[in-house]
């Protein structure tokens, strides 16, 4: 089964613009708790193709402590991805995350659509010290998903999907960013041994 990459909202890119230029002065009481500053080096990410990415983005033990059951992985041009998925495939009510890591702005840009039937205000965030946008998704699937700047133009974005009322809005926020922390240190961890 091909999948295809969920586009952004428009507001969901314009934060992750405005964060840049912003500083962290400006992120939420709690999140200046944790992060004072952004000051991470950025992450090497050349090496991860298709073949790399799902083993890269999460490892075995922490896919199945999120309950995973298949990993898929696609790519294009200038990214690549993983489907975590935590239901059959043929399920009508597919549940599971998506990592994807955009190798420049101009690639994450063109899954930028606009047109999301339900958009929500994306919020400015920093996760592992790193300036990153938050929104949450519903409809039909709830989703919530986290955008991070990974340095040097990349982005590294990482969704949690459910059907729509079957897992609580904090649940899936506290759901992503955990996973996005754990790709965040798999991807660091890689990049300081040069793989």
């Not at 298709?50 to 990214?79: H, R, Y």
């Not at 340095?151 to 899936?172: C, M």
Request: proline fraction near 4%; include cysteine; glycine fraction near 8%.
């Amino acid at each position: 089964m091909r999948r295809t990459l969920q586009a952004f909202s428009a507001a969901h890119i314009a934060v992750l613009a405005v964060a840049g230029c912003s500083g962290p002065e400006h992120a939420p009481a709690a999140t200046k708790a944790v992060d004072k500053g952004v000051a991470a080096e950025p992450i090497k990410t050349s090496s991860i193709d298709q073949g790399s990415v799902c083993k890269a983005a999460l490892k075995d033990s922490q896919q199945t402590s999120l309950g995973v059951l298949t990993a898929e992985p696609m790519s294009d041009k200038d990214a690549v991805s993983c489907y975590f998925l935590m239901t059959p495939e043929d399920s009508k009510n597919s549940a599971g995350y998506v990592v994807t890591l955009f190798k420049n702005e101009e690639a994450l840009l063109q899954e930028a659509d606009g047109t999301d039937t339900l958009p929500t205000k994306a919020m400015p965030r920093t996760v592992e010290g790193r300036l990153a946008a938050q929104q949450v998704m519903y409809g039909d699937t709830w989703r919530s998903s986290l955008t991070v700047d990974i340095g040097s133009g990349q982005f590294l974005f990482v969704e949690r999907y459910s059907p729509g009322h079957t897992v609580a809005e904090k649940d899936l926020i506290s759901q992503v960013r955990k996973a996005t922390e754990q790709v965040l240190g798999n991807l660091e961890h890689r990049s300081k041994q040069g793989a």
